[in-house]
RNA sequence: GCCGAAGUGGCGGAACAGGCAGACGCGCACGACUCAAAAUCGUGUUCCGUAAGGAGUGAGGGUUCGAUUCCCUCCUUCGGCACCA
């Protein structure tokens, strides 16, 4: 009898072991090609949860396969360690939140120790220590210099249950809620700091030169929403400029009305004596209301007429202006002609407020429009009418420049100088300031004569104060501490105060891939050696719930670092790749509340890591995720005893015959085939089945008297290798002490595909008979066409009944269809 | 409303290029070993039917000798956006 698997006692040993030979250091080697596998960076919530599993060990399978495969790669860890949890839970317990955090920390690296991953934690990051933060404030004054970060006052989401303003992208669903604690937000007027992502929103759209998901793609394209159409300057009737942006430029002689925003600043010129009463009544009602309840699509439109009037800079015509709260002043230019033939909104308002509506475009075929008796909109193409020198021009359904009308109606804007080809995005520049205490401090300055100024980068980093008192509120204790935001102006030397607003932690994020390059590097971001070796990432793995938040803003910061001559490339990350989630067993998603949470702790102790990560990459398709099941693991556990057992059991050797071990020879390099295939296409569910199965013909084998041959011990030698990625320690120890063989598993080359040896010998063909399966002949691989034909019309003989075939369709070595 | 993804046995899933649907595993059933259980091993397991046979990849239609795969219409579920001018 052999000794039973014994995860507990192999797994701490290999790991010591690898760690002890820094067996996963990752240094630079101009004489191999690199891989920088990156996979997104944990919270240091206290504990790992099952999804991190999910996420990481796949990743780190794969690492480890392009490391076999002869890559030099790097497959980093750290913390993103600054935020809003910690900082609660200092409200609550009084315990600062950097030890709380560096406790938290020490649990995961222990944790995440026990993944058996091939972490290099020489390079590991921690965003939260003095070391990282005084860079990441670093590259916030870079940002500043170069005009990329810029102070203003706007109305801002904000928590009132986090007491912090937060970005457009951390409020989510219908009712507008804060992303991390569900609280409905509030809008605030606030002075805040921006980064300039719009300015990138064009480049951003691109994606050049990288392989990521289409799903992600089409998430920050819909986000950045680009829409193509025309600016056009109106004027009032004192001769102001009224600025609108329209995607239907061709509709400009239609426009019977004006729409501007409540808050749009030309509202107060334009008012009217008789008229200011409303509107201030209307100004007032709407910035009362919500978001929600304004930004309610079905909500019937309201406004006001303003007694004001504009000028149609194209035929001249006067038209009233109205306020109303469907026209967004964070849109656009926060005012739009309204065109009730053409649009839907501008339809039912006109309707509403018995304002004219003339038809301009006509489609072809029909009967004329007529704006007394339409009962909606026509936004279809068809010919332009009423369009003064435009009749007669065609208008087809394409948006922007593709479309004939929009094209020469916006050239001719453009001669006029009343107007161009313009473009509109939904994309806002990023709100990085929060009034909170645990994020990095925003290195600026303010004195009443100079005005804002960075801090000198020699006084880097600014420093968060440890001393500080936690409000039950969650207001920043950096407002009120005594002496840290007093400082001196560093351009006239006078008192000034520190900005006490705290940065994004996405900040942190942005650049935390060039963290990992030189941590030790205290005197530079990242060592530029390091970054010509490493950059970019070949490989990102993490959640899709980032595609439209740290996806963006990295890629931003990448690009705005480039313009500064920071870095190189225009994407930080070639390859992207998304994990699904693992669901509680009743197929919600797991959450302490409703108690389905999936501790791996408690797996690693019952299973081993190597079952739990088996099982992780076996159980669902890696980019679906799936409910967890808790029986299922037993399958993977089986499976790795099995492996054990075929190892470490006395085999006598047989006399197994030439057909068993071309058979098994056939099977090992077929598996070995498609393993590596599914390795580099990330199906990892297939790549633990496909193993199962060589188990199973390997077990076949050796009671066919198998064992002891060549070719049983080149089925053992790439069984492991196979394995190694997928389950590193019991391949390892079945390598190394079972079979002796040179350590360590992991320092192995991938192997190569005898593809003389995959070859089958022998073919089943399927005979159908109108499509429908009667028949299987064996034939020898060499058989020709008709050799396939001939069998197969003989097969099936008696379904013919005597009848001539009408077709025979003999498809490659694969399946005969003869139609009768 | 708009954009996107996904619908295959009791369950997770497989099917490289339009060519044997259900690999692999879970579960279940029966059997072997055992005083018994666990572990292990073996056999079976899409549905209807005793069987021959038939049906079958969300529904309906189309292309094709042949469709889980391609095209059209629709349904359901999930995700994102949402008065975006």
Redesign the pocket.
């Known amino acids: 009898m052999s000794k039973p698997y014994a995860p507990k006692e192999i797994e701490p040993k290999w790991q010591a072991r690898w760690e002890a030979d820094g067996l996963y250091h990752a240094d630079i080697d101009e004489s191999k090609p690199k891989h920088y596998a990156l996979t997104m960076l944990p919270y240091p919530s206290g504990d790992l949860h099952i999804g991190h599993w999910y996420a990481m060990t796949p990743s780190d399978a794969r690492a480890r396969f392009m490391r076999m495969k002869g890559y030099n790669v790097m497959f980093p860890m750290g913390f993103d360690a600054f935020g809003l949890p910690a900082e609660n839970a200092a409200i609550k317990s009084g315990i600062h939140p950097m030890v709380r955090t560096r406790q938290n920390i020490e649990r995961m690296r222990k944790q995440l120790r026990s993944m058996g991953a091939m972490f290099d934690w020489r390079r590991e990051i921690v965003s939260c220590e003095p070391d990282y933060y005084k860079w990441t404030e670093w590259f916030f004054i870079q940002l500043y210099k170069h005009g990329l970060a810029y102070r203003k006052k706007a109305p801002v989401d904000f928590c009132p249950n986090c007491n912090t303003t937060l970005a457009?992208?951390q409020v989510?669903?219908?009712d507008r809620h804060c992303e991390r604690c569900n609280t409905p937000v509030i809008k605030k007027d606030l002075e805040q700091w921006f980064f300039k992502t719009t300015q990138y929103a064009e480049e951003l759209l691109r994606y050049d030169g990288i392989d990521w998901p289409?799903?992600v793609r089409?998430?920050q394209?819909?986000?950045i929403?680009r829409?193509e159409?025309a600016s056009v300057i109106f004027k009032t009737e004192s001769g102001e400029d009224i600025e609108?942006?329209?995607?239907?430029p061709d509709t400009l002689w239609g426009a019977t009305f004006m729409?501007m925003?409540p808050e749009h600043p030309l509202v107060e010129s334009l008012t009217t004596p008789e008229q200011r009463e409303a509107v201030q009544a209307y100004q007032l009602q709407a910035a009362r209301q919500s978001d929600i309840e304004?930004?309610?699509?079905?909500?019937e439109?309201?406004g006001v007429f303003t007694g004001g009037y504009a000028i149609n800079p194209v035929n001249g015509a006067r038209i009233p202006v109205w306020i109303?709260?469907?026209?967004?002043?964070?849109?656009?230019?926060?005012?739009?002609?309204?065109?009730p033939a053409h649009?839907?909104?501008?339809f039912?308002f006109a309707r509403k407020y018995n304002l004219p509506i003339i038809p301009v475009i006509q489609p072809e075929g029909e009967a004329p429009l007529n704006g007394e008796t339409m009962t909606e909109a026509y936004t279809g193409g068809g010919v332009m009418v009423n369009s003064g020198p435009f009749n007669g021009t065609q208008v087809n359904d394409k948006k922007g420049r593709e479309n004939p009308g929009i094209l020469a109606v916006a050239q001719w804007l453009e001669q006029k100088g009343i107007g161009k080809l313009a473009v509109?995005y939904?994309l806002r520049d990023w709100l990085i300031s929060r009034q909170r205490y645990w994020g990095a401090p925003i290195p600026m300055i303010y004195c009443d004569k100079c005005g804002w100024n960075a801090v000198p980068e020699d006084q880097l980093p600014v420093l968060l104060p440890e001393d500080v008192e936690w409000r039950p509120t969650g207001e920043s204790p950096l407002k009120f501490h005594p002496t840290w935001k007093h400082t001196t102006c560093p351009v006239c030397g006078g008192p000034a105060e520190r900005e006490t607003d705290t940065m994004d932690t996405f900040m942190c994020s942005s650049w935390y891939h060039l963290g990992y390059l030189s941590p030790w590097r205290k005197d530079v971001p990242f060592d530029e050696r390091e970054y010509n070796y490493w950059m970019p990432v070949d490989t990102y793995t993490g959640g899709?719930?980032h595609?439209?938040m740290h996806l963006i803003y990295t890629r931003f910061f990448h690009k705005a670092l480039r313009d500064m001559g920071i870095t190189q490339g225009n994407e930080p990350m070639l390859q992207l790749r998304n994990q699904g989630m693992v669901l509680g067993e009743d197929g919600e998603k797991m959450s302490k509340s409703r108690g389905n949470v999936v501790a791996p702790d408690e797996l690693v102790e019952r299973y081993g890591a190597d079952t739990v990560r088996a099982y992780l990459m076996?159980?669902?398709?890696w980019d679906?995720?799936?409910?967890w099941?808790s029986?299922?693991i037993?399958?993977?556990?089986?499976?790795l005893?099995?492996v054990w057992?075929l190892f470490t059991d006395e085999n006598q050797p047989g006399t197994a015959s030439a057909e068993t071990l071309r058979h098994l020879r056939r099977k090992t390099h077929q598996t070995l085939r498609k393993v590596t295939r599914?390795f580099e296409n990330f199906?990892f569910?297939?790549i633990?089945?496909?193993l199962?199965?060589l188990?199973?013909e390997m077990?076949?084998a050796r009671e066919a008297g198998a064992a002891g041959t060549p070719a049983w011990s080149e089925a053992q030698e790439l069984y492991l290798k196979m394995m190694a990625p997928v389950t590193p320690h019991i391949a390892e120890e079945l390598w190394s002490e079972v079979l002796g063989k040179p350590y360590s598993i992991h320092l192995q080359a991938w192997p190569t595909v005898d593809e003389e040896a995959a070859k089958e010998d022998e073919i089943?063909i399927?005979v159908?008979v109108?499509?429908?399966?009667r028949e299987?002949v064996t034939l020898s691989i060499e058989a020709s066409e008709d050799d396939i034909r001939t069998a197969a019309l003989n097969a099936v003989a008696p379904y013919l009944e005597g009848r001539q075939p009408k077709?025979v369709?003999v498809?490659?070595k694969?399946?005969v269809?003869i139609?009768i």
């Open positions: 457009r992208e989510w669903g219908e289409e799903r089409v998430l394209t819909n986000w929403g829409s159409g609108i942006f329209t995607t239907r729409v925003s304004r930004e309610a699509a079905d909500k439109k309201t109303a709260d469907y026209v967004l002043m964070t849109y656009g230019t926060g005012a739009i002609m309204a065109v649009d839907t909104r501008d039912a509109t939904k899709i719930e595609a439209t076996f159980f669902a398709r679906m995720g799936a409910p099941d029986q299922g037993e399958g993977t556990a089986r499976w005893r099995r057992m599914d199906e569910n297939t633990v089945s496909a199962m199965e188990l199973n077990y076949k089943i399927p159908q109108n499509g429908k399966l299987r077709k369709i498809v490659r694969q399946l269809n139609v």
